[in-house]
């Protein structure tokens, strides 16, 4: 490995809810431009290492971004220094439009936001927001509200709302689920596109096509603990992979429902 | 020592009522997940019941008539009078759980705090309206007996209310514990659809519970009312300690609720002979007691620790429907000219009424920021403009502080005061957190407002106040509210209003509003959830505060009732009625709210000045009842159907392929953020 810190790194980081142990011992790298993915069965603690990552869980380990530890922060503190994540369930503020939803990532509340108000009304940057909207075909309905789009543009309002606001490190947590394959075959592309510009990304999905053909480096969990790391083609022949995923196919399309566990 | 003990029996009584207050609340939380703020009320009516047919045999009847069942000198026997008293109470919370808790099961919550703060308020109108208040006396229902236990004289009577309350808590939990209706009661306000399914009604579980507390509450007011003595209020605010020590049993817990209720009796009756005691300071001999129940508060929710479970919900409950406020020039001008010119054109007391209304509305405006755009409850706005008006009347009579620096000083220390009061909310929420912002309201109104040692019984005077020379003073010879005084209640409104329209529009709003949709995903967008909260108490306790400032120089001279806890509650239920969420619900609020213009017509025009809280409480009740997201609410929907189906039809007409599509939506954003 080169001198250059890591984007993102977490050594031995787990994570225990009661008597369960849903992370142990986790270590994983992300570097930036690249795309990793995170896979492994339905509660191998993928949702779980997200929530420690990004201060909605907590964790024993470290978790150090650009080199720098962020364990212990809390999530908003975290999120300015550049770790941005999407939910499983979408999450957005329903009452706000989606426009409205990304600029609430990009104008913060606070003393200077009131003078700001007052004197200039605070309107959202148009281009950072349009051009996140591009990004995700999505600007059609930057006046609609969450609740009237379909699940599959609700995932994507929320990754617009990821990358506004200064972004690093792109936690996705199954961006993918809802879309058909066209538009996961199109949300690759963009993710491919995103990455090379810059951030890091951290990809969940249960849908390996997409995994496989976007993603350099995969982890696979299960039961909480990394059990095989490569790129796409070791992960495919790996045999402790195939024997975790044995009674389930690989490509299992079913969305895993772990949600409320934060 | 035995004094002491002595006073602790003594407070049985007292403890007793908010026992079984406190375990009735339980019992209703548990079967409905309301916070029942009129359970004291409902009991006010059967303790007045009874003690009218105790003098003279009349049934009084909410409403129409009366009924005679005897006369002065041969009236209702005891046993039968507390029974149809009792039976009232029971009556009355059926009434109210088919007219108004039912229909609003699927409300937003604070669309039930409204309702049951407007059933509170209405039934103590109520209460003053249909009953001699004056006249009639609590007669007593319970043996005089005494016997000495050591060297302790105790009263049968405590020891009896004592009991009883025990037994309420006892019968209560052996309800909900061990029969099957009673936890079947339990099952359907968690899971409504599944107790249907296995063929439990839950409407008629929740009836039950109603009734029963209900009756509990009505009995142990009529027990314990000619100890305690009887008058209008102090029973519906008991709901508060009581409240206060059902949270210490985390809403669910009937044992604990029971025994933290009779101590919290004994304790505030053993301050009661520390006041008399020569080295305790002056500054505790009032209010103290009342300042209890906060403190009690917020030990159970930050030293207890753990968390209040909240009712499971089927579905995401609705939040009241926001129209973000767009400044347009025009409509600002009239609604302001218009005000301008009603002020010019009235004189006294309509004047007057105009005026209290405009600064009223500004309370209400401090609640739609907070409550409306943040989903805070807050009870205790008339508690932060009370402390800015007494801080007024120090600034300007003994610290000399000019006009309008003045009204910043004092608006800043009820900014302070706000966040602290906000603190508690970084851990609870809902109708919770609205009985944290009462109890803190309650112990501010009665420690601070009416405590001779802060704020002098002979008058807190105010300042005249003075801009450039120019006298601004609110009278002058006979003329009982001045046109310079009044326009200047109008500039400081206006200004404070349009700032607040900013914010609304702005970041402070839409990051407000995230808040209010989802804590945990404005975390994750990088939102200090917790500053933020505190910054909306900031800016809420501060709007209340310049309000509490305008009401002191309008008065002249204040006194604790110009910032009573009532008429910040009914504020808040009118403004949730009028609609929470916009600043056309506070100028509705402003004008219904308490001595404002809508008061000045039903006391001038109509000569009907003594309903005036019967009809606001009952408009209160219905507009909650028909319309649970608030009117303003209603409202909004309508109108974006209306423009979404407007804007669909030109926007398929407008529709080229030559505009871009960055371009299209640089404009959108534009028109629409």
């Known amino acids: 490995m080169s001198d250059q810190q890591p984007l993102l790194e977490t050594r031995d980081l787990s994570v225990r809810y009661g008597g369960v142990t849903a992370n142990q011992d986790v270590s994983l790298t992300v570097e930036p431009g690249e795309i990793v993915g995170l896979i492994g069965p339905n509660g191998a603690g993928k949702t779980t290492f997200v929530d420690a990552v990004t201060g909605f869980a907590r964790s024993t380990g470290e978790v150090r971004v650009g080199g720098k530890r962020v364990d212990g922060l809390p999530p908003h503190r975290r999120r300015r220094s550049g770790v941005a994540r999407t939910w499983q369930a979408g999450e957005l503020f329903d009452e706000l439009t989606v426009a409205q939803n990304l600029a609430v990532a990009v104008q913060r509340p606070g003393l200077r936001g009131l003078i700001r108000d007052v004197l200039t009304g605070s309107v959202p940057p148009a281009a950072t927001i349009g051009s996140a909207l591009e990004t995700v075909g999505l600007v059609d309905v930057a006046d609609r509200r969450p609740p009237e789009l379909s699940l599959g543009q609700q995932k994507m309002v929320g990754v617009a709302r990821a990358l506004v606001g200064g972004t690093s490190l792109l936690l996705l947590d199954e961006p993918a689920a809802g879309l058909d394959t066209h538009e996961s075959q199109h949300f690759g592309v963009e993710l491919r596109r995103i990455a090379a510009a810059g951030p890091g990304v951290l990809l969940i999905d249960h849908d390996m096509s997409l995994v496989l053909d976007v993603c350099h480096r995969l982890y696979v969990l299960d039961f909480g603990k990394v059990i095989a790391t490569g790129t796409p083609e070791e992960i495919r022949n790996a045999p402790q992979v195939v024997a975790a995923y044995l009674g389930s196919p690989l490509v299992d399309t079913a969305a895993a429902v772990d949600g409320g566990r934060s | ?673």
């Not at chain 2, 020569?278 to 129940?293: H, K, T, V, Y």
């Not at chain 2, 025009?605 to 909650?624: E, F, H, P, R």
């Open chain 2, 1 to 673: 020592m035995s004094v002491f003990i002595q006073f602790v029996f003594l407070g049985l009584t007292l403890g007793a009522v908010y026992s079984v207050f406190a375990t009735s609340l339980v019992g209703v939380y548990a079967a409905t997940g309301i916070v029942n703020f009129a359970q004291g009320s409902v009991a006010l009516w059967a303790a007045y019941t009874v003690a009218a047919l105790r003098t003279d045999g009349t049934l009084v009847l909410p409403f129409g008539g009366s009924l005679r069942f005897g006369d002065v000198t041969s009236p209702m026997p005891m046993v039968l009078a507390v029974v149809v008293g009792v039976l009232s109470a029971g009556l009355l919370a059926l009434l109210a759980h088919l007219l108004v808790f039912r229909p609003l099961r699927s409300a937003p919550p604070l669309a039930n705090v409204a309702a049951s703060v407007g059933l509170m308020l209405f039934l103590q109108a109520l209460v003053v309206l249909r009953f001699d208040t004056d006249a009639l006396f609590a007669q007593p229902v319970l043996p005089f007996k005494t016997f000495t236990l050591g060297n302790v004289v105790v009263n049968a009577s405590d020891l009896i209310m004592g009991g009883t309350a025990v037994l309420v808590a006892l019968l209560l939990w052996a309800y909900f514990r061990l029969t099957t209706t009673g936890v079947a009661t339990r099952a359907a306000s968690e899971d409504e659809l599944a107790a249907r399914l296995v063929g439990f009604s839950p409407d008629r579980l929740a009836a039950v519970v109603w009734v029963v507390t209900a009756m509990a509450s009505g009995l142990i007011v009529v027990l314990g009312a000619y100890t305690i003595g009887l008058d209008p209020t102090s029973y519906t605010y008991y709901v508060v300690p009581a409240l206060a020590v059902a949270l210490v049993g985390r809403l669910t817990s009937f044992g604990v609720a029971c025994a933290a209720g009779l101590l919290m009796g004994a304790f505030q009756a053993v301050l009661l002979w520390a006041n008399t005691l020569e080295w305790w300071p002056s500054w505790a001999q009032a209010g103290l007691g009342d300042a209890i129940p906060f403190v009690v508060v917020v030990i159970a929710l930050f030293v207890l620790g753990g968390k209040i479970p909240a009712r499971g919900a089927l579905t995401q409950v609705a939040m009241p429907e926001v129209r973000i406020p767009r400044l347009r020039p025009l409509p600002v001008a009239g609604v302001v000219g218009l005000a301008a010119l009603a002020i010019a054109l009235t004189s006294d007391s309509w004047r007057f009424g105009i005026v209290t209304s405009l600064i009223l509305s500004l309370i209400a405006l401090s609640l739609v920021l907070l409550t409306g755009y943040l989903g805070q409850i807050s009870l205790a706005s008339m508690a932060f403009a009370g402390t800015a008006g007494f801080t007024l009347s120090k600034a300007t009579t003994e610290w000399h502080v000019p006009f309008p620096i003045s009204i910043v000083l004092s608006a800043g220390l009820a900014t302070l005061l706000g966040v602290g009061v906000g603190i508690p909310a970084l851990r609870i929420r809902g109708a919770q957190l609205a009985v944290v912002t009462l109890a803190a309201a309650f112990a501010i109104q009665s420690f601070v407002f009416n405590n001779p040692s802060f704020t002098p019984y002979s008058g807190n005077l105010i300042g005249t106040p003075n801009l450039f020379g120019l006298d601004l003073s609110v009278r002058r010879g006979t003329d009982l509210i001045t046109l310079r005084f009044s326009m200047l209640v109008l500039v400081v409104v206006t200004t404070t209003t349009l700032v607040v329209m900013r914010w609304m529009a702005g970041s402070t709003g839409r990051s407000f509003l995230a808040v209010r949709s989802n804590e945990r995903a404005a975390a994750s967008v990088g939102i200090n959830v917790a500053a933020t909260k505190l910054l909306g108490f900031a800016l809420s306790a501060f709007l209340s505060g310049v309000a509490g400032c305008l009401i002191g120089y309008s008065r002249g001279q204040l006194s604790a009732a110009s910032f009573s806890v009532v008429a910040g509650l009914s504020l808040l239920a009118i403004a949730y009625c009028g609609g929470i969420t916009s600043v056309g619900g506070a100028l509705v609020a402003g004008f219904i709210g308490p001595l404002g213009v809508f008061y000045v017509f039903l006391n001038q025009t109509l000569d009907l000045g003594q309903y005036y809280q019967v009809i606001s409480a009952g408009g209160l009740l219905l507009m909650a009842v028909t319309n649970p997201v608030g009117a303003a609410g209603a409202n909004a929907e309508m109108l974006r159907r209306l423009r979404r189906r407007r804007s669909e039809h030109s926007s398929t007409s407008a529709r080229t392929p030559t505009v871009a599509p960055a371009k299209g939506l640089t404009s959108k954003v534009e028109t629409h953020v």
